[in-house]
């Protein structure tokens, strides 16, 4: 169950009206009280000599018995709605939740004679609507303090002894949701997304890309979105607020958001605290070596998040965060979907009360930049073993937060996890068929010798491994390896000694790809067939960029000339617009992968 406490208002009968109108597109039905403060209030859904004034009247006594002492946003107002999994609760039921969340918010204590005023309103099978005035019998204001808190405490206790779906909790990390305002100003103007939603992505993927917080800014400006960058007198940066080119209030004026109230981390001192962490990094080499270094950066997090202490593990997933957002920029297009799927549902995982030790993950971090700057490999196999350690690692990181009941966290892990699944299939296809065709054509002796290998190294596991389908393309690779001078047994001890491999659904696939980054055996054992390519895309553009007529000079703590990528992202980030341009080789814009 999920309760939802609204910002007091001042006018009982407005709440009323609503509860008992059709509703915005005449989904309400039937709406009828199902318990009042002393179970003899008017119902107007039930009683046809009942009133909506009545029911105001009656409501409102305290209120107006209290004048100018009364609060002047006295109406309390709380839904309280199960999961749609859920069963259908009867009047009583929901009747006995209202009461239970009433008690635990202070809104009206059990056994208070003194306590506020309020209704329980049903008017659709899976939620109720609380209403109270904030007024007591003695005319005094109520003491609801912290009551959305207190009220989803209450709510888990309900979930349990009523058999519901228990609801995972957060922890008051999440990005803010649009508001009801901004999501009908998104259906009027004809867009999928709010801007907060919109300007968020821009922000992450930026964070992705940049190096420094120089070009974090000019990435920002290349895309068509407006920002403004505040200064201390001293010339450092303050902060930041964005905003889209169009998106203006009634009075015509730019709607800016800043940084934290797109999301906690996404504020300027935390954006700091990540491209500070990844300046003093030498790049990595680029191409194909840029994608296999990323591979073995991501498959060593589990490890890291078994081992390291709970500040580096946040840290971990914070870079496997960036690593999301930032690959469908340059994945294949029939990846991107899922893809965006997946970085999208997982940015809620990113974030905990634990705060990250960014330093811990440079190495990570910069090869995630460094693939940035490549298309993705025309290698069908090189592709499928970084997606293979993307799924591990999301897997372990589902672990690490469910361990630490981070809830909402681990949840949003788990979806994540299928959307990389589906990717990873559609992918790994192809270069699993050529593997396990090798793997059919080995000698019989071979082969033996191979079997025997697998009943050494892995005694418990051998007999699962070769009922797979994917044992013929292990075997494939542990020839491979052998053949390039590495000891089978021992490579394939190293890799069931690392974390996950119990969660996979086919142990098999799990080894031959995880033995791929360790030995690096992707030249020559790959598919014969490249991967999807990358088509080009025109991104278009939502304006001229906001320029610095509206901040001091440039920063100059970047590089004076920007780096190739810096131009190139600018361009690959671009919004929603009209006019086109055309973007460079093998990168897409948000808009297309959104």
Known sequence: MIANIVKPGHKTRGVLNYLYGPGRANEHTDPHLVASWDGFAPDPGRDPEATLAQLTTALDLRVK??????????????SVRAAPEDRALSDEEWATVA??????????????????????VRHAEDHIHIVATKVRGDLRPSRNWNDFLRAD?????????????????????????????????????????????????????AVSAATTTAEFFRIIEGTGALVDVQYFPSGDVRGYKIALNDDTNAQGEQVWFSGSTLAPDLSYPRIAERLTATEAIPAVRTGATAWRRFALAVD???????HDEDEAGQAHITVLTEALDALPLVAPVGLRPQLVQAATIFERAARSRIRAQHQQTQATRCAVKAVLREPAPQDGALLTIVLDALLLAVIAAQHWHRTREHHQQAEAARQTI?????????????????????????????????EKTLHQALPELAEQILAEPGWPALAAT?????????????LLTEATARRETDTATSLSEVLTWRLHRLADLTADTTSSA??????AYRPTNTGGSRGREHGPAPMTNGPATPPRATTSWGAALVTNGQQTRRAPKQLCKISDIN
């Open 478 to 490: 542990l020839a491979r390896a052998e053949a390039v001078g590495h000891k089978p047994t021992a």
């Open 65 to 78: 018995q209290a004048g100018d002492k009364a609060p002047k946003e006295h109406v309390w107002h709380c």
């Open 418 to 450: 299928k959307h990389l699944r589906t990717a990873y299939r559609a992918t790994a296809t192809e270069p699993l068929t050529t593997l396990r065709q090798h793997g059919a054509r080995l000698t019989e002796t071979l082969r033996r010798r191979q």
């Open 153 to 205: 405490k209450e709510l888990v206790a309900i979930e349990k002894e009523y058999g519901l779906r228990q609801v995972p909790r957060g922890d008051r990390t999440a990005a803010k949701r649009p508001t009801r305002a901004e999501q009908e100003k998104a259906r009027r103007t004809g867009n999928a997304r709010t801007s907060r939603e919109h300007l968020r992505t821009i922000v992450r993927t």
């Open 300 to 306: 060593q997090t589990p490890d890291h998040l078994a």
């Open 530 to 535: 490249p991967a999807p390519s990358s088509d």
């Open 99 to 120: 009461r239970r969340v009433l008690d635990a918010t202070g809104i009206a204590p059990v056994g208070d004679p003194d306590a506020c005023r309020w209704v329980a």
